[in-house]
């Protein structure tokens, strides 16, 4: 059964307190430059991941698109030491790959967009400063591995995977092993606080169940 809805969040990773995972996430640095542009209404949702970059990454940030009207700053994206781009499956970006990231010597920016199809395709659109950004897109790779959410297209996956998947291209296997352990642990111990999950298949076990 569901454990008790009163039991207060951690305003960081979204968990309950009791499950928090904050104190075991060490943040790694990276050549890369993570910020994820996330939709006012995906805040909102316990589920989401995105959140959860910073965590990971000593140079990850979230910033909140809340209205439309009054465009984000993001002015500091405009510097030529470095190399920005969206991330976004459009099916003309090019791929972000070895080949790709050898291309040009300069350290990445990586704009993520976070939030639902729709969500995303808006605030690409309606940020100038997004809009005007190259894109680059994912290789394929496996499946998704979040089960907080279901989404019709098998191809999809979550923004934390997202981030993964690209950061080990640009920094290596440990930080992208970092933010899928994270994220294993996040999904594990929501589902085991839903009832969903029996505690023996929670990912670093439960660190405390007296709630």
């Known amino acids: 059964m569901n454990r008790a809805r009163a039991v207060p969040r951690c305003p960081r990773c979204a ?3 009791p499950i928090c995972l904050c104190d075991t996430v060490q ?7 993570v910020v994820v542009v996330m939709h006012f209404k995906e805040a909102q949702k316990q589920s989401n991941t995105g959140r959860l970059a910073p965590l990971c990454l000593a140079d990850a940030q979230v910033r909140l698109r809340a209205d439309r009207e009054q465009p984000l700053d993001l002015r500091d ?6 190399r920005a781009v969206l991330l976004y499956p459009d099916p003309d970006a090019p791929v972000l790959d070895a080949h790709w990231a050898a291309a040009d010597p300069r350290p990445v920016t990586l704009v993520v967009p976070d939030g639902n ?3 995303t395709v808006r605030t690409c ?18 499946p998704s591995s979040y089960r907080l959410r279901r989404h019709p297209d098998p191809a999809r996956i979550s923004t934390l995977e997202a981030i993964a ?3 080990g291209v640009l920094d290596g296997p440990a930080p992208q092993a ?6 294993a642990v996040f999904v594990e111990r929501t589902l085991w606080s839903r009832g969903t999950l029996p ?3 929670v990912t670093g076990g439960i660190p405390r169940k007296d709630w």
């Open 165 to 167: 998947r690209a950061v």
């Open 178 to 183: 970092l933010l899928e352990r994270t994220l």
């Open 15 to 17: 968990l309950h307190t």
């Open 199 to 201: 505690e023996a298949d």
């Open 27 to 33: 943040p790694l640095p990276t050549r890369t430059r």
């Open 125 to 142: 659109k309606r940020e100038p400063a997004l809009a005007d950004l190259p894109r680059v897109r994912l290789p394929l790779g496996a």
């Open 117 to 119: 199809w729709r969500q």
């Open 77 to 82: 994206l405009a510097d030529s030491t470095r």
